[in-house]
């Protein structure tokens, strides 16, 4: 039997919401489980590209090398999503954890085998892509259930600023991964050292999982019971809850209306949340060769990790600023969120694509990373607050999979267009976040109205 879970949700207090918060240390967990497995997404690209140099091969073919994997995690996320609905938040965690502690190990045994010459250049990327496809397979699971783990437990009026931190630990993942990679570089392992290091992290945050959160198995519509809240691991039956309603929809996956992409609710922000991060990703695919390239380092591509690190980690800096500083420090809500960070975006891709020094380049990526950090909160949380609390596990697997969906051609495309002549690529990004702002200006909804209380029994 399951130990208790202190943080379950109770009785309603006066403002309606049945909810503890999440302590400290579990919101600690649930930020390293996120951070770790969107570091698996993308710590490679600080080595990928000088790895690539020193296969031999093309820059596009490296970033296609990545496709396969992120159409998985668009297919698989809102089937792990719904899964948690029913086996329980803990459980999907485990699998997703599992699936990059394989990935990434198996990984870097590839590229370590190719760099040796054991393997030739084609075997090489196509291993590497079928290793790849297990992080896009299972690591999905992780970040839906977390997401629908903290909606689940935290009242409208903090859910914005919580779903903010959680999207940091995913959005500052994605970042300062790359950035972490190339300390990782080790004589023993050479330029895989960072997928084998990353690996080990996985097992530490793995084992802390297993160890201290509680199992949270839901007990639905099977057991007759109307549960005090959704998602609830031993919610009692309560008639005069003003949230019955609320819960009797949460009682039963069966009973819960699959969510839909096309909900006129969740249009406008999918909208935003899918161009944005094709933006992103692009950006992210090309920065590394575009620091190679500006700096004269194709000819030394070891020189070259050091390089691309220092300019990552500035991007994850000022995402941490972004969304732990500026987020709660000005109150910003959704739409006011997204539309900010896609106007410092453009700004910093323009000094990035015209800078000619690590300074400069560092400054430009800072300024970008500063926008999309904004960004990337504002559309997960403006996802969450437009449909139910009953529905907060299946928005998990929809906003993971157009996270996902970003990295199946964005970074190749990029990779490309740059290619053919940088302006081009950086143009294009430049474009996409121009076209997410007058959108979002057009089409978003006001903060007023998604954070306003909702009457009783109805929680939007």
């Known amino acids: 039997m399951a ?22 240390q579990r919101m600690a967990l649930l930020f390293m489980v996120m951070l770790v497995t969107a570091a698996g997404n993308t710590a490679m690209q600080s080595v990928m590209p000088s790895i690539g140099t020193e296969l031999g091969v093309a820059d596009v073919w490296i970033s296609f090398a990545y496709t396969w994997s992120a159409l ?16 329980g938040r803990k459980a999907m965690m485990t699998v997703g954890l599992f699936g990059f502690i394989a990935s990434f190990a198996l990984c870097g045994l590839m590229l370590w085998f190719g760099l040796r010459g054991w393997l030739a250049p084609l075997w090489t990327l196509l291993f590497f892509a079928a290793a790849r496809s297990l992080y896009g397979g299972f690591g999905s699971a992780a970040p839906p259930a977390v997401q629908a783990y903290v909606a689940s437990r935290t009242p409208r009026a903090e859910r914005t600023q919580a779903m903010a931190l959680i999207a940091s630990s995913f959005g500052l ?7 972490l990679a190339p300390l990782l570089v080790f004589p023993a392992t050479g ?3 960072p997928f084998f290091a990353f690996a080990i992290a996985g097992v530490v945050v793995l084992a802390a999982l297993r160890s201290t959160l509680p199992n949270d198995d839901p007990m639905f519509a099977a057991k007759g019971d109307v ?4 998602f609830s691991a031993s919610s009692s039956p309560r008639p005069d809850d003003p949230h019955a309603g609320e819960d009797e929809e949460a009682a039963g996956g069966a009973d819960i209306p699959d969510l839909s992409w096309r909900d ?15 933006a992103q990703a692009a950006f992210l695919g090309l920065a590394g060769f575009f620091v190679l390239d500006r700096l004269g380092l194709r000819a030394t591509p070891d020189e ?4 691309i690190g220092i300019v990552l980690m500035s991007g994850a800096i000022a995402t941490l600023l972004a969304q732990w500083g500026l987020i ?9 969120s997204t539309l900010w960070g896609m106007a410092m975006a453009i700004v910093g891709v323009a000094v990035f694509a015209l800078s000619h020094s690590l300074h400069a380049m560092a400054l430009g990526m800072a300024i970008a990373a500063m926008g999309f950090g904004l960004y990337r909160p504002g559309f997960t949380a403006g996802a969450s607050l437009a449909v139910t609390r009953a529905e907060q596990g299946q928005i998990g697997g929809i906003v993971a999979s157009v996270n996902g969906a970003a990295y199946i051609l964005a970074p190749a495309i990029g990779v490309w267009l740059y290619g053919h002549h940088e302006f081009i690529g950086f143009a294009t990004i430049a474009g996409l976040c121009a076209a997410v702002f007058v959108l979002g200006w057009r089409s978003l909804a006001a903060d007023e109205v998604l954070e306003a209380p909702r009457p009783q029994g109805e929680d939007r």
């Open 191 to 193: 330029l895989v050292g």
């Open 173 to 179: 993942g994605t970042v300062i991964g790359p950035a």
């Open 72 to 87: 998985l995690w668009v297919i698989c996320a809102p089937i792990w999503a719904r899964r948690s609905d029913r086996r």
């Open 3 to 24: 130990r208790p879970d202190p943080e379950q949700p109770t009785a309603p207090t006066a403002s309606g919401a049945p909810h503890r918060p999440i302590s400290r």
């Open 264 to 278: 006129r609710r969740l249009r406008p922000w999918l909208i935003a949340g899918l161009v944005g991060g094709h």
């Open 227 to 230: 549960v005090g809240a959704p």
């Open 328 to 336: 709660p420090m000005l109150k910003l809500g959704p739409r006011a």
């Open 304 to 307: 070259g990790t050091g390089s």
